[in-house]
């Protein structure tokens, strides 16, 4: 037997360290072990016993089952984000923002799929065997939470129409999109295409619609076979865009509207590629407002949609639920706006 193989194997055999074998190691009892594992020695345990048990995990390499024992008193200390397309940067700001909120007292734990695709209910009903302490669930449909029926505290993210479901924290994206059909009607746009998302949820079809209508009312065109689907990714985005473009460009379409900051990244670079002035032939804007868009070369119009608070604010939400406190507003709503930059200018210009 190789020599790796056997420390493997032995690994293998090594039985779990306990806070039993860090409590005899140390000369303490186990309660004294769980004290200092869990950061609970304030006026509780000696500077010495404190010392003498860090030594003994340190030396032990004892990591506390927090999951085991948290499930043991009938919940875990988890809590689950479920959402779809994980691949769309815009998703880290909300992570983050989670996080912070829940602080440390709280495990994160990410129920996603690939792109273009949400959970399945299966999937996330296999999690609540681990006995959450509470569910976000980001952009869902009726229909999922329908089968889901969560009954400990959960709290929708970006879910407009669904409120009746559970307490949300929304983001009024049809502000953002109004104003962008605004901005490119007063840069004298008559013409403009659309590349949405084909995930399906209700945010993407609220800042579809909302652009469609405030462009027909200001006497901005954008045809139906000038809209198209992607996955949020760059690569496809690209791909999608360089297939219609000639045929856009014949009919005069000056003006790209992107349902993500990632789609218009990929038709920025396909323009790029077909030799597409930006914004002289074309003006480029996206949503979400993501970082890489006021370094672009040139920078990205976009929607900014605050992600940060959108998790910090469902993960604040979600925290006085699962510590039994009264929600003060149980629907909120978060405002979007309009950053131009140069990727978008007055037509003929």
């Known amino acids: 037997m190789e020599s790796g193989d056997h420390v493997q194997e032995l690994r293998g055999r090594t039985p779990r360290v306990t806070a039993a074998m860090v409590a005899a190691r140390a000369g303490v009892s186990t309660a004294t072990v769980s004290l200092v594992a869990n950061g609970k020695t304030r006026g509780r345990v000696s500077e010495d016993n404190i010392s003498r048990v860090q030594e003994a995990i340190a030396e032990l390499g004892y990591v506390v089952d927090s999951i085991g024992s948290s499930l043991a008193k009938g919940i875990s200390s988890i809590v689950i984000l479920v959402a779809p397309d994980i691949s769309n940067p815009f998703f880290a700001k909300v992570i983050a923002g989670v996080r912070g909120s829940l602080g440390a007292d709280y495990q994160l734990l990410l129920s996603v799929t690939d792109a273009g695709e949400f959970p399945r209910v299966d999937d996330v009903r296999r999690l609540l065997a681990l006995r959450p302490a509470g569910l976000l669930v980001d952009a869902p449909s009726a229909a999922f939470l329908d089968e889901l029926s969560v009954a400990g505290?959960?709290?929708?993210?970006?879910?407009?129409?669904?409120?009746?479901?559970?307490?949300?924290?929304?983001?009024?994206?049809?502000?953002?999109?109004?104003?962008?059909?605004?901005?490119?009607?007063?840069?004298?746009?008559?013409?403009?295409?659309?590349?949405?998302?084909?995930?399906?949820?209700?945010?993407?079809?609220?800042r579809r619609a909302a652009f469609l209508a405030e462009s027909a009312a200001l006497g901005v065109t954008v045809a139906p076979d000038h809209v198209i689907g992607t996955t949020i990714d760059v690569g496809a985005a690209a791909s999608a865009f360089a297939a219609v473009w000639p045929a856009w460009q014949r009919d005069g379409v000056t003006a790209v509207v992107c349902a993500?900051?990632?789609?218009?990244?990929?038709?920025?670079?396909?323009?790029?590629?077909?030799?597409?002035?930006?914004?002289?032939?074309?003006?480029?804007?996206?949503?979400?407002?993501?970082?890489?868009?006021?370094?672009?070369?040139?920078?990205?119009?976009?929607?900014?949609?605050?992600?940060?608070?959108?998790?910090?604010?469902?993960?604040?939400?979600?925290?006085?639920?699962?510590?039994?406190?009264?929600?003060?507003?149980?629907?909120?709503?978060?405002?979007?706006?309009?950053?131009?930059?140069?990727?978008?200018?007055?037509?003929?210009?």
């Open 153 to 206: 505290p959960l709290v929708l993210l970006d879910a407009p129409g669904l409120e009746s479901f559970a307490p949300s924290v929304n983001l009024d994206v049809g502000h953002g999109a109004r104003l962008l059909a605004r901005h490119l009607a007063d840069s004298g746009h008559k013409r403009a295409a659309y590349v949405d998302s084909v995930t399906g949820t209700a945010t993407f079809e609220i």
């Open 260 to 349: 993500t900051d990632t789609h218009a990244y990929g038709v920025l670079q396909e323009a790029r590629v077909a030799g597409v002035r930006i914004p002289q032939e074309l003006a480029v804007a996206g949503f979400d407002d993501l970082p890489y868009s006021a370094t672009s070369s040139p920078g990205l119009t976009s929607v900014h949609l605050p992600g940060d608070a959108l998790g910090a604010k469902a993960g604040e939400q979600l925290r006085r639920l699962m510590e039994g406190k009264g929600l003060e507003e149980s629907q909120l709503i978060l405002q979007s706006s309009l950053i131009v930059r140069g990727s978008t200018e007055p037509a003929g210009t």
